[in-house]
């Protein structure tokens, strides 16, 4: 498969495929030369606007954080559920982020302090996560989240769609995906 699904929808293709959050490595970061990860919340380290982690999450987080990984909370979602949940991981967040749109996720790449070349976004949804990451040329992790099959919406059913060719692995050629 080519970068980005050559002429395929380029801006709603991810560079990684994963199934969940907590399997991306930090030597695949190494290795990809990423040092800060924006964080999607909802359907990405928990379900949809809970304040409870996905199971293996807070580990995750934790190795993440031990291996010198930067992270931010990044969400569309109001203040008063981003707030706490980002209180009680340690993290910094941004919400009403308006992903898709550059604005938020240039302000959170500004705080990581770190070059948008090393930072990536983590997400689970192709019209905010993905194509935000690519329209100011971030590298991006889409996971899949549990409760897909359960939403409807044209959106939902278009991403579903998308991601039976997008599949799961490294879809940039370059990259490496735990270690192979
Ligand atoms: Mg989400």
Known sequence: MKRNGGALMPLLWPTVSVHKITDIKAEQLHAMGIKALILDADDTLSGHGEQVLFPGVETWLA???????AMLIASNNF???????????????ISLSLKPLPVGLLRAVHRLGTKRSETAMVGDQLFTDI????LIGLRSFLVTPESMEARFGFRRRLEVSIRKKIGYGVLGGKEKLNGK
């Open 63 to 69: 190795s993440m954080k031990a291996s010198g990984c």
């Open 131 to 134: 194509l935000g990451a690519n």
């Open 79 to 93: 203040k008063e559920r981003v707030e706490p949940f980002a209180k009680k991981l340690g993290l910094p967040f």
